[in-house]
């Protein structure tokens, strides 16, 4: 389904009509209990999911962060058991499901790989070089202006920021439909995402596996004591707080990749949550809480690891709002939109326009607030490009 475009339900149109029956061919295999299965999985809760089959509230709280990592959302909330499922459902390239992996120089290698295979086929890339506007005329767009002034026009514009900066920021609302532009201003966007980047000076060591262990180092560290631990977490967040007792999936990337850090030296990514993106009126400052919120995913880990506070040589902590202003994430969210029922395939981003074009002519979009979402794994823009293909 990742790499199918949704059909357009409801429409009348013959096109359309059998391009949703062709959907429901793919479905044939499944019997009542397989039917009963994929519902339950798209709109049950990740609690839910695994209370029927651990016993362990360990095992439960670990498992669970993957069903409300980047959501704004406690494991008890509905819909959470798909996005386990959506992270669950990455292949590095060995044929094993839920696999990962660290690309060799961090993340930055990824799109500098992405760059060059684009250089190879001609196109030109350029950076620093912000989007001012998406010209428009009689309902086409025709190319964009650029901060600077430059113009540059085309017959086919694609772009993968957020559908609110797209069409409430760097399109004019005369050219959109109003019921359209009415639903981007409603599209959720929300998030209580906080990433933690350490530099350390050694590697934990762990009270329950002294010593340098591959497996331990070089793999997921999950904080998460029980279910409990994190819908608690998530209700602070809620209530304009963060997190008291903030769970954390934490990576130390340096084990395997000796070109992020100096010999002997070490960094550590925490992706943690909660931290609601405005703070209530008596929580004090952004910058007070996100201190202290680091110190406390410091605290937790030095209960595991009793080293690590004396090895932390620096942190950066990025709250909601950091990650709105630094990488265009609006609301913090990194799926760009929440990955629940409401806003899946044929919801994504809005129903009659999950194919990847918009009201406007000429003008995709491909990034994560289309189907299937979030994560690294190109989906959005492999759907996008055959789309636009056929349209020239």
Same mark, same amino acid.
């Given at each position: ?26 479905? *044939?295999? !499944? ?17 839910? !999911? ?9 095992? *439960?709280?670990?498992?669970?962060? @993957? ?6 959302? /406690?494991?008890? @909330? ?14 590095? $390239? ?54 600077? $002034? ?57 009270? %329950?596996?002294? +010593? ?6 070089? $793999? ?22 963060? &997190?008291?007792?903030?769970? #954390?999936?934490? %990576?130390?990337? @340096? ?7 100096? #010999? ?18 008596? &929580? ?9 919120? &680091?110190?406390? %995913? ?12 004396? @090895? ?6 990025? &709250? ?27 919801? *994504?981003?809005?129903?009659?326009? #999950? ?10 979009? %491909? ?5 299937? +979402?979030?994560?690294?794994? /190109? ?14």
């Amino acid at each position: 389904m990742l790499t199918q475009v949704p059909p357009r339900l409801g429409s009348k149109r013959p096109g359309d009509l059998w391009a949703a029956l062709r959907v429901a061919w793919r479905f *044939r295999k !499944l019997d009542e209990r397989g039917v009963g299965d994929v519902t339950r999985l798209m709109t049950m809760s990740v609690a839910d !999911l695994l209370e029927e089959r651990f016993e362990s509230d360990a095992l *439960r709280g670990v498992l669970a962060v @993957s069903g409300v990592i980047g959501t704004w959302a /406690g494991p008890r @909330s509905p819909g959470t058991a798909y996005v386990m499922a959506h992270h669950k459902m990455g292949d590095v $390239g060995d044929g094993q499901l839920g696999s990962w992996g660290f690309p060799e120089g961090g993340m930055g290698a990824v799109t500098q790989a992405l760059r060059a295979a684009a250089a190879a086929f001609g196109a030109e890339i350029r950076t620093e070089a912000e989007v001012a506007r998406i010209k428009v005329s009689d309902g086409r767009a025709t190319g964009v202006v650029l901060a600077g $002034g430059d113009e540059l026009d085309a017959d086919a514009i694609v772009t993968t920021t957020h559908p609110r900066i797209t069409f409430l920021g760097l399109v004019e609302r005369k050219d959109l439909p109003d019921d359209f532009a009415d639903a981007i201003e409603r599209w959720k966007s929300r998030s209580g995402t906080v990433k933690v980047n350490l530099a350390l000076d050694r590697l934990p060591e762990f009270r %329950c596996k002294p +010593g340098f262990d591959p497996e331990a180092h070089g $793999g997921t560290i999950v904080l998460a004591d029980s279910l409990d631990d994190i819908e608690h977490a998530f209700q602070d967040a809620v209530g304009g707080a963060p &997190a008291r007792l903030p769970f #954390a999936d934490i %990576c130390i990337p @340096s084990v395997f990749d000796p070109t992020l850090a100096p #010999a002997g030296k070490h960094v550590m990514s925490m992706f943690t949550q909660y931290f609601p993106y405005k703070l209530a009126t008596d &929580a004090g400052t952004l910058e007070e809480n996100k201190k202290r919120y &680091a110190e406390r %995913c410091i605290d937790i880990m030095t209960d595991y690891a009793p080293n690590f506070r004396q @090895s932390v040589i620096d942190y950066q902590v990025l &709250a909601p709002a950091d990650l709105e202003a630094t990488f265009g994430l609006t609301g913090g969210n990194i799926m760009q939109g929440v990955m629940s029922l409401s806003s899946l395939g044929f919801m *994504r981003p809005l129903p009659g326009y #999950a194919d990847y074009r918009t009201p406007i002519r000429g003008l995709y979009l %491909c990034g994560a607030a289309t189907h299937p +979402g979030g994560g690294v794994m /190109g989906a959005c823009g492999y759907n996008a490009a055959r789309e636009i293909l056929k349209d020239w």
